[in-house]
């Protein structure tokens, strides 16, 4: 019969049909018809049709149609029930008929508009109850009939369809039904450009994966991120088909929703090629799997878990593996993995991991992450890791109330060799009655001894990380010191491959009152060799600082030093010494990334350091010094090669990002900066330091004054008028007595006990002078161990110290400086407080 009636392509119609099927939905919009479209082709359908009988029970109607083909095949609008179409036979026999084209020409009336020779047809019965609703009718545009899988999923679709058809308060359900009913299978569907990695996805897709609508930014990373890693690169080769994928492709995968379920998925895709002979579209179907099928291809199971037990490195690794391949493959509701260590079961994961979901024992120990347990106290586990013997427990049988409630349906208890002796135990729990048949016994049996191999390997892996985790934190400073007039943070995180300890080092020392200095720096190679020379390169630095040498002559030492070793690896170093007071900044560079500045403004830059070689290549190396003033409100970056270099990230690359996200940063927050500056680093080839520092500024300044002391008869008079002058001026003639004592008992204890130049400094901050003396010599004043009527000497410096609030002596360049600190004794503020306090370097 000719096709009479306009069917577009994609938009399901809906008809009135004698019956009394009102039609009072409204018809589907063209992307909520394409998403169905799209699902049936992959079962082989280009037309589906919905036939509901008439008032009379004498005819079929049609009431609606969908597909991709609806504009190339008609189909008739009424067919008699006592006639010889397809869909009468299959009303009347209450059976589905399939028809390959030899067998759709015997039929006199029924199949579709215009004949031709390669069209499938299947006709399908409504029921519900025992009554009969209607016929599903579905063409499909091939020659070899639906097979076995389409046949089992349409009808499928037809029971779906009926329970939709079925009369609510004795009044029929009105179409659309055909895509409602679609979506009741749970069929999600999608199509991806390969070029660009959009891919438009249904709603029923999003929800089989565990994102809602709103939450999708159209990438297809995005639905890969719930991907797990194991099935990853299946699906990269969906995602980046080559020119030889045209075919069909089918394939299983799990996927990790935000709730922590773990689901199988079941993917069906073709790819569409362009003009130009490429793959231009990838059309596709997911739908859910509840459990893993159970084919006698239990051998490729086996295979998969022994290479993701193989990429397992770490006990957390060989945890989630051992939950992927037992609870849902098995259908299982619990699975707990726990280690032997003594006589205590150290659990290492809980699934589901909830304290609920366990007996009260296990919730009352969950303590930490996961609970531990005398095996004692579970003499069930006891007996079968002293056996070495699976045991598998049926529904019903009475267990200790330790095991009480993790496998009421069944349970299976699996001691887990290793090398001779037991490396711990897996339970598998089901709540409902589960029977054990052989070919899973041998599963389970065949899965403890892999787990248990790779539990005893991770743990001595974990072991190792552990070990190298607690070196490297040794080697790195514990806190840093809370600057005057700064804020200082540093980040570390180890390289994730191999050993997890580097030789990246960073370390903020105090210099004086008012001086900081910056270091960080990267030693070769990830070993426990790098570390060792980053400890010892980082101490040497600290010592060569502190001792006074300006920051040239710091990496010089530090370079000869390294030069000196029997080792093979060089360092790169990056110094800075900052005047906290002024902001004046002095930079060395020896092979290392420049610094990054971010300016009060917001705007960043590279800082042009002029450099020298790594440490280690040449003993006789020059390392110049850069001068920069920063302004209060700057951010100081130093960082290494591995937070901004990578295989896949060049160097210049990586430095743009890193200012860009600088840039961005509210310096506010220093830590929260630091974060934001690592950003999602994922897998790290190399381990990461990074030391921020925020200049503040001083909010008061000190007063300072010196002089040159000159090496005459009088050269102490001449040190007392200078101090009596400058206390006048500094209004601070309270305390002269002190102050000149003091001056007088430094400059002549200089004189006398050193050669070469001898310096007077004055500083005057809030209610204190400091006087510090500086010669030539390195060797501190020592104080005599017992003075009596005769000595002739030592009293000076125990005068000094009993006049000064505090007293000491620290090195600086060519010589050490002797200072004493005394308190001005009045009430009315200085002028040289022109702000609050603030506290010298804290490093308690």
Not at 265 to 274: D, F, I, P, Q, T
Not at 582 to 606: C, S
Not at 822 to 840: C, D, H, L, Q
Request: net charge negative; glycine share 10%.
């Amino acid at each position: 019969m000719p096709h009479d009636g306009p069917v577009r392509a994609g938009v399901s119609q809906s008809r009135v049909s004698e019956a009394g099927v009102v039609d009072t939905g409204s018809p589907l919009s063209a992307p909520e018809a394409a998403v169905s479209d799209r699902a049936l082709a992959f079962a082989g359908v280009a037309l589906a049709a919905l036939y509901v009988p008439d008032a009379g029970g004498a005819e079929l109607l049609l009431a609606e149609t969908t597909g991709c083909a609806t504009a190339d095949y008609g189909l008739p609008q009424k067919l008699p029930l006592s006639g010889d179409s397809p869909a009468a036979h299959a009303f009347r026999a209450d059976r589905p008929v399939w028809l390959n084209p030899a067998a759709l020409a015997s039929y006199s009336e029924g199949g579709p508009t215009p004949a031709r020779g390669d069209v499938s047809f299947g006709a399908l019965p409504l029921g519900w109850e025992g009554g009969r609703l209607g016929c599903l009718v579905v063409v499909g545009s091939f020659s070899g009939g639906f097979e076995a899988e389409q046949r089992g999923f349409l009808e499928r679709y037809a029971d779906a369809l009926a329970d939709l058809l079925h009369p609510v308060n004795g009044r029929p359900a009105a179409p659309p039904l055909l895509s409602p009913a679609l979506r009741g299978l749970r069929v999600g569907s999608f199509v991806l450009v390969p070029d660009t990695g959009f891919i438009e996805a249904d709603e029923t897709l999003l929800d089989l994966v565990g994102i809602t609508p709103d939450d999708f930014d159209g990438k297809a990373d995005t639905l890969l991120a719930h991907a797990l890693p194991e099935d990853m690169h299946a699906l990269m080769s969906v995602l980046e088909p080559s020119t030889q994928a045209f075919g069909r492709r089918e394939l299983e995968f799990r996927v990790r929703r935000p709730t922590g379920e773990m689901r199988w998925l079941s993917l069906s895709c073709r790819v569409a090629a362009g003009t130009d002979g490429r793959p231009e579209q990838v059309l596709g179907v997911v739908t859910a799997t509840s459990v893993l099928r159970r084919s006698a291809d239990d051998v490729s199971r086996i295979q998969w878990l022994t290479a993701a037990l193989d990429d397992a490195a770490t006990v957390r690794d060989v945890s989630r593996v051992v939950v992927t391949a037992l609870r849902e493959p098995l259908g299982a509701d619990r699975v707990a993995l726990a280690e032997l260590q003594d006589d205590r079961l150290m659990v290492t994961v809980l699934d589901p991991p909830r304290p609920e979901a366990w007996p009260e024992i296990w919730r009352s120990e969950w303590r930490s992450e996961w609970p531990d347990a005398p095996v004692s106290g579970l003499p069930t586990l006891q007996m079968a890791l002293r056996d070495g013997r699976m045991d598998l427990w049926p529904a019903g049988t009475v267990l200790e109330s330790g095991l009480a409630g993790i496998g009421s349906g069944g349970l299976a208890v699996l001691p887990l060799p290793a090398k001779g002796r037991i490396a711990g135990v897996c339970l598998v729990g089901w709540d409902q009655p589960h029977e054990f048949v052989p070919e899973e016994r041998s599963l389970l049996t065949a899965t403890a001894a892999l787990v248990g191999e790779a539990l005893q390997r991770a743990h001595a892996h974990d072991a190792e990380q552990e070990l190298a985790t607690m070196l490297q934190r040794s080697l790195l400073p514990r806190r840093l010191p809370v600057l005057p007039g700064g804020t200082a943070v540093a980040r570390y995180l180890p390289a994730r491959r191999g050993l997890q300890v580097g030789g990246d080092w960073y370390d903020v020392i105090a210099l004086s009152e008012y001086r900081v200095a910056l270091v960080i720096g990267d030693v070769q190679g990830h070993s426990a060799g790098a570390a060792t020379i980053m400890g010892q390169m980082r101490t040497a630095v600290r010592a060569y600082a502190v001792e006074g040498h300006p920051p040239d002559v710091v990496v010089s030492h530090a370079n000869r030093l390294l030069v000196g070793m029997e080792t093979d690896l060089f360092a790169t170093c990056c110094y800075v010494e900052l005047d906290m007071e002024e902001g004046n900044t002095l930079f060395v560079r020896a092979g290392h990334l420049a610094p990054l500045v971010r300016h009060p403004d917001g705007a960043t830059e590279e800082v042009q350091v002029e450099g020298g070689p790594p440490l280690g290549i040449l003993a006789e190396a020059e390392f110049p010094m850069t001068a920069v003033a920063l302004a209060p409100g700057t951010v100081l970056a130093l960082v290494t090669d591995g937070l901004v270099e990578a295989a896949d990230l060049p160097l210049d690359e990586g430095m743009d990002r890193t200012r860009a996200a600088l840039a961005a940063a509210d310096p506010a927050d220093p830590g929260r900066m630091a974060d934001e500056l690592l950003g999602e680093i994922g897998r790290r080839e190399d381990d990461v330091a990074l030391l921020l520092l925020r200049y503040d500024g001083m909010e008061s300044r000190p007063i300072r004054s010196g002089w040159a002391v000159w090496r005459l008869p009088d050269a102490v008079m001449h040190a007392r008028r200078f101090t009596a002058r400058t206390l006048r001026r500094w209004q601070a003639e309270e305390a002269s007595d002190a102050v000149l004592l003091v001056v007088s008992e430094l400059v002549t204890n200089a004189l006398v006990h050193t050669q070469g130049p001898v310096r007077v400094d004055l500083m005057l901050r809030g209610d204190r002078v400091r006087v510090s003396v500086s010669d030539s010599s390195p060797r501190a004043p020592a104080k005599p161990v017992i003075v009596d009527w005769e000595s002739t000497g030592g009293r000076g410096l125990l005068l000094v110290e009993a006049m000064a609030e505090s007293f000491g002596t620290v090195p600086v360049a060519g010589g050490k400086q002797v200072w004493s600190e005394i308190v001005v004794p009045r009430g009315e503020p200085t002028p040289a407080e022109t702000g609050p306090r603030r506290k010298g370097w804290d490093l308690s």
